[in-house]
């Protein structure tokens, strides 16, 4: 009989602890983020509510989380084509242009990785993986505590983001009034009181398309890596305890629950695979450009502030893509580990 634990248990079968867990599903323990993705039309769950959780049950056509989540991807893609009303004939290689070719790198990104997890919802192959996986009572209480250490990190960032987009908006004397594109590039007017507050609202759809959803991608690969780690474990463990000699059974189980992780790793990969490809190259291509500005022409910006602001967006910039690149490599990492470990042991059993 095998001896591992397996990832997802029986429904009769009781936990080690007083109390058995009723956080099972990745959506009970990933809640608060969830929660928050929702607010921004990143998440929402097409299951009709009287079902349940049952994974099997059918789809509903529309509801109002969806409804919210077209009317952000429609914004987010109309703003990306808005932004090219700012260039100008008389645009000259400078900060300037380097400014505009910033925001558009950035808006794309925001805008596909808002697409990436619309379909990912839309299909339903996040819930499908939310549902489908049961957790252990320690794979759990790791995914709930890291959950909210998460939760809390992203909307921190987003309220200091915030507050640097007030100061840029509306006390940088009008350094940051081409975003109001084609307002003051191509059609001039005297206040801009109610453009820049209406910009500033839009922010937040932008700051929340570019941080949670690495913020949820980093989770993920945090909670595979976990698992895998599990299974490599038990079957160290295993090889420890029985002097090398694995039995058929346990070798089947490893297996299953080896295939089983790999699956959910392949359907993640299947939703949020353009999101993580736009993270890691426009996050690039930003990287470069902030460099060249602060390197060459940070004497052209006399306001610390701004240039403070730079400062962070480099700092912000880089940390998503460490995450981003961390996430696929801890990946490749457990699952190339553990599945030579498995291939060793099948042949030596053989």
């Known amino acids: 009989m095998s001896k591992i634990v397996p990832v997802e248990l029986e429904s009769g079968m009781m936990d080690r602890d007083i109390m058995p867990s009723r956080d099972r599903t990745m959506t009970d323990c990933l809640r608060p983020l969830l929660k928050s993705m929702r607010v921004f039309g990143l998440y929402f769950d097409r299951r009709s509510e009287s079902v349940g959780d049952n994974p099997d049950a059918k789809s509903c056509k529309w509801n109002g989380w969806m409804i919210h989540a077209v009317f952000a991807v429609a914004l987010l893609w109309i703003n990306f084509v808005r932004m090219f009303s700012v260039f100008r004939s008389d645009d000259d290689f400078g900060l300037v242009l380097f400014n505009k070719l910033l925001y558009i790198i950035w808006m794309l990104q925001c805008a596909v990785s808002q697409t990436s997890f619309f379909a990912a919802s839309h299909l339903g192959k996040l819930q499908d993986v939310f549902l489908k996986m049961k957790l252990s009572n320690?794979?759990?209480?790791?995914?709930?505590?890291?959950?909210?250490?998460?939760?809390?990190?992203?909307?921190?960032?987003?309220?200091?983001?915030?507050?640097?987009?007030?100061?840029?908006?509306?006390?940088?004397?009008?350094?940051?009034?081409?975003?109001?594109?084609?307002?003051?590039?191509?059609?001039?007017?005297?206040?801009?009181?109610?453009?820049?507050?209406?910009?500033?609202?839009?922010?937040?759809?932008?700051?929340?398309?570019?941080?949670?959803?690495?913020?949820?991608?980093?989770?993920?690969?945090?909670?595979?890596?976990?698992?895998?780690?599990?299974?490599e474990k038990e079957l160290e463990r295993c090889l420890g305890s029985q002097d090398g000699l694995v039995e058929d059974s346990e070798i089947e189980s490893m297996r299953q629950q080896h295939q089983k992780i790999a699956m959910s790793v392949s359907n993640i990969d299947d939703c949020l695979m353009f999101s993580n490809a736009s993270a890691f190259c426009c996050q690039l291509s930003c990287v470069i450009i902030l460099l060249y500005m602060l390197a060459f022409y940070n004497s052209f910006i006399d306001d610390p502030v701004v240039i403070t602001a730079y400062v962070f967006w480099m700092f912000l910039t880089c940390a998503g893509l460490t995450f981003t690149a961390a996430g696929g490599i801890i990946i490749n990492y457990r699952v190339s580990t553990l599945s030579v470990l498995t291939l060793v042991i099948v042949i030596f059993t053989n």
């Open 138 to 231: 320690d794979c759990a209480k790791y995914l709930r505590r890291i959950a909210v250490v998460c939760t809390v990190v992203a909307w921190s960032i987003i309220t200091l983001s915030s507050a640097i987009f007030v100061y840029g908006l509306f006390f940088s004397n009008g350094y940051m009034d081409f975003m109001l594109a084609p307002i003051q590039s191509h059609v001039t007017i005297s206040n801009l009181l109610i453009p820049r507050v209406i910009m500033y609202f839009f922010g937040f759809y932008l700051l929340s398309a570019h941080i949670f959803p690495q913020t949820m991608t980093f989770l993920l690969a945090m909670l595979l890596s976990y698992q895998f780690k599990f299974v």
